[in-house]
């Protein structure tokens, strides 16, 4: 079964700073890899993913993500981060071919003036 | 195109009530994905739907149940309510399908708080 791990529950960072968000993720067959983002009493909505091809991926908001499948990892990041960008941000996978798609716990980044 | 839409977005129940949540997805969609979202748990995976059969389900209990109609609208019923159910419970729709890469489409959630 596939899982995902994220290492960090909460980042703070100041305005304009370069920011990580790190993922993990366990699986023995091929996925799709996502990155979601949650702000205050809103549903998901997604910032980029991951089905094949180059490694490194943009998304929307300045975002962008390095898949590694050696390391099994699908982290975010965001050269210069603004205060707008402070919510709650999701790593996911699914299998391909798959009808489930698993979410990691969150990492709430806080971005500070 | 108008998006996924969850009502109500907000209840309280008492313990022993049952409950039905409504989702509406994007035209044209005919997966629905259920979750339930606790500040403890994250998101946890209930169903997925698609053309009215569900193809997956998360580890939940019996009285966690859904079902998908013919214009790919969906429903979840939580019956019996205990305290640890309450939860923001979002519905996420895609197109579903062969090739489909699972990209999720989610609504605003429905806001089960139970007393």
């Known amino acids: 079964a596939q899982s995902v791990t994220q290492l960090d529950s909460q980042v703070p960072v100041f305005e304009e700073a370069p920011v990580e968000l790190r993922c993990n993720y366990s699986?023995?067959?091929?996925?799709?890899l996502f990155w979601y983002v949650q702000y205050p009493n809103q549903g998901l909505q997604l910032l980029l993913k991951?089905?094949?091809?180059?490694?490194l991926v943009k998304g929307i908001n300045g975002f962008e993500a390095e898949f590694n499948k050696s390391q099994t990892s699908f982290h975010l990041r965001k050269p210069s981060v603004h205060i707008s960008d402070t919510a709650e941000y999701f790593c996911?996978?699914?299998?391909?071919?798959?009808?489930?798609?698993?979410f990691g716990a969150g990492t709430r980044l806080f971005v500070k003036a | 195109k108008a998006g996924v839409t969850q009502t109500p977005r907000y209840l309280i129940k008492t313990r022993g009530q049952q409950v039905t949540l409504s989702c509406s997805p994007i035209?044209?969609?005919?997966?629905v994905s259920w979750y339930q979202q606790t500040p403890g748990q994250g998101l946890q995976f209930l169903f997925e739907?698609?053309?009215?059969?569900?193809?997956n389900k998360g580890n939940f209990p019996g009285r966690f149940s859904g079902r998908q109609f013919s214009n790919s609208r969906s429903e979840m019923n939580v019956s019996t309510l205990e305290l640890g159910d309450s939860a923001l419970y979002l519905c996420?729709?895609?197109?579903?399908?062969?090739?489909?890469?699972?990209?999720?489409?989610f609504g605003e959630g429905s806001r089960l708080t139970v007393l």
């Open positions: 739907y698609f053309s009215e059969t569900q193809r």
């Open positions: 991951y089905l094949s091809g180059s490694t």
């Open positions: 035209s044209g969609h005919r997966s």
């Open positions: 996420a729709s895609s197109p579903g399908g062969t090739g489909n890469t699972g990209e999720l489409f």
């Open positions: 699986s023995s067959v091929s996925v799709y």
């Open positions: 996911a996978v699914r299998l391909t071919g798959g009808f489930k798609t698993i």
